[in-house]
């Protein structure tokens, strides 16, 4: 038997989502029906985004804070004004603009409240064509077998002893890297758990935790994409320092060395 819901509790869900509206266009309709209630926070600039979250029935938060004291994309200081916003006691579901999840799944999820919940993400470079159909989606590759329980989906229910401590992420991080795992090592390893299902992830992975690096739906490449690539391999030097060769990600390659950037 087939089920149209990811899990059998009522979830809220959560995105962070800032010059990404070609993808929020695809994932926000794809999943807005899984969740009880759907924040999406971005910034006051971004219209387009505003008018595709109000569109699909989310709620709008509007924050600067990405790009305060000189950050270049502050992503965890604006999540944790959401998760604030929410004040939600339950089940939360952070996940990327970039993520959907599957409409029908053989097995339900059967969550326990100490546990967090990440599945695998398949990986799809290729979205001008939207979201594959899900029949084909076993045709495509995990991002990462080596990924963690990482932000682009984190579920849990908020009464799990090891959030009692809050805010859940500091205000004072530079980029969208890093926050993710730390908030991950709140559970121990046995209390991380695989759903019986995997979710899709669109575009390019690891390269857009400084601002949209990878090109829109359209082809377009954004217009500081070079700058901020530069940023995010500095501060990916600095993450290697600090967390030694054993990172996972220092293999990952950017789509840096073949971007354009209209003359900049």
């Not at 546990?115 to 991002?143: A, Q, S």
């Not at 984190?154 to 009464?159: E, G, P």
Request: with cysteine; proline share 6%; glycine share 6%.
């Amino acid at each position: 038997m087939m089920f149209d819901k990811f899990t059998n509790v009522p979830v809220v869900g959560i995105s962070i989502c800032v010059d990404f509206n070609d993808l929020l266009e695809l994932t926000l309709p794809y999943n807005r029906h899984q969740f009880e209630r759907f924040l999406v926070v971005t910034h006051p600039e971004d219209e387009a985004v505003i008018e595709t979250a109000k569109l699909h029935g989310a709620e709008v938060l509007l924050t600067e804070v990405f790009y305060s004291r000189g950050a270049k994309f502050n992503k965890w200081a604006a999540l944790q004004q959401g998760l604030d916003f929410l004040n939600h006691d339950g089940w939360l579901c952070i996940i990327d603009c970039d993520i959907a999840i599957p409409q029908q799944v053989y097995k339900q999820l059967e969550p326990k409240e100490n546990c967090l919940y990440t599945p695998r993400r398949l990986d799809c470079r290729i979205i001008r064509n939207g979201i594959p159909p899900e029949k084909h989606w076993r045709r495509y590759k995990p991002v990462n077998m080596k990924e963690g329980f990482e932000g682009y989906f984190q579920m849990f229910h908020t009464s799990y002893e090891g959030l009692q401590e809050r805010p859940w992420f500091r205000n004072d991080w530079d980029w969208a890297g890093t926050g993710d795992t730390i908030f991950q090592r709140r559970w121990p390893d046995r209390q991380q758990v695989r759903p019986p299902w995997n979710v899709m992830h669109l575009g390019i992975p690891y390269a857009n935790w400084t601002g949209r690096v990878q090109p829109y739906a359209d082809g377009q490449v954004p217009a500081q994409a070079r700058q901020r690539r530069a940023n995010f391999d500095m501060l990916m030097r600095q993450r290697r320092l600090n967390h030694g060769l054993d990172d996972r990600y220092k293999g990952e390659r950017l789509p840096g060395d073949n971007i354009t950037c209209n003359g900049q």
